[in-house]
């Protein structure tokens, strides 16, 4: 069955108002797209804006609050779309101050296949480093060469493996994990690093993220792959004592691939929790921003093995 995608134009404060009126009229499922949603998400993670595109910034910005639904593309959908724009008419009618917005819809069609699908057609199996061949578990790979599988389904969280600081991380991985070697994952995502340092013999203890359904993510994909990535541990460990001290110390290895600014303001508690001679590789760093993390990890006692980098991102390699 096909599907018909129902958009209704509001404002924050109609939210409310057109969510009753879905659910007065049997739909009970709808995306909710919150343009004051994106204007805290930027309030509240100023630090982490290395990731944020000024394109979407200024796309997100003039985006109106709306719910989408789906409808069955059939009669009876027909039927109760019809009931909806009534019930929308109806509904502005009442709105005396404007308040609610434009109480519009736009309809586009959805097919089955794409409802499936959707972005899911675009992530195909590719290798990376010298070791690895990253596939989502809807893939399948007839030869490997060689190379050892790593199963990553991202869900919501950053973390294909397609990303340049994900593979310039993973190839640093490589180069550094001897097995037995306990480790910390700072912002892990969907969990691809450490899952990446623990199939090449690593003890990864923790996995730490702000966000709580990267945890989630992270420890379903480590299931897919037979792998243990510790305890995860949620909050920013930058801007929460307790949540520092609850890391705990002794890693041999840290992996971070968050943003220059959190890498620089946690470089001291990075070399506070590794263990003498450990090793710390970050990235998320933008190449015009790699002297100042280097300064930053000097600072806090870091000696800086090594500095790759590819086009507009680079990483580091720093050891105790």
Known sequence: MDWK????????????????????????????????DFEEFLKDTEIY??????????????QETC??????DSEEGAKQYAALRTAL???????????????????????????????????????VGRRFLIKPSWETVEDVQGRQILEIDP??????????????????????????DSLLDMGTGSGILAIAAAMLGAEVRTIVDIDEN????????????????G???????????????????????????????????????????????GTLICSGILNERADEVRAALTDAGFTVENHAHSEDWSAFIACL
């Open 89 to 127: 008419e109806n509904l502005k009618a009442r709105d005396d101050t404007h308040a609610w917005g434009r109480l519009c819809t736009e309809t586009a069609l959805t097919r089955q296949e794409d409802w499936e699908w959707g972005w899911k057609q675009y992530f195909k199996p590719f290798p």
């Open 49 to 62: 804006w290395d990731y944020v595109d000024e394109d979407l910034v200024r796309e997100k910005r003039a």
């Open 5 to 36: 995608e129902v958009t209704i134009y509001t404002t924050t404060a109609g939210i409310g108002p057109v969510e009753a009126l879905l659910e007065d009229h049997g739909v009970e499922g709808y995306v909710l797209e919150d343009a004051a």
């Open 67 to 72: 719910l989408k639904i789906y409808l069955p």
């Open 214 to 229: 990267c945890l989630k993510t992270a420890q379903e994909n480590a299931e897919k792959n037979h792998v243990s990535v």
């Open 231 to 277: 305890r995860g541990l949620c909050g920013d460990a930058l801007r929460d004592p307790a949540l520092a001290e609850e890391i705990g110390g002794g890693y041999n290895i840290i992996v971070a691939n968050i943003v220059a600014d959190v890498i620089i303001g946690m470089a001291p508690m990075f070399a506070d929790k590794l263990v003498s001679g």
């Open 155 to 180: 869900a919501s969280s950053f973390g294909t493996g397609s990303h340049d600081t994900t593979q310039l991380c993973m190839a640093a991985l490589e180069e550094a994990v001897h097995p037995g």
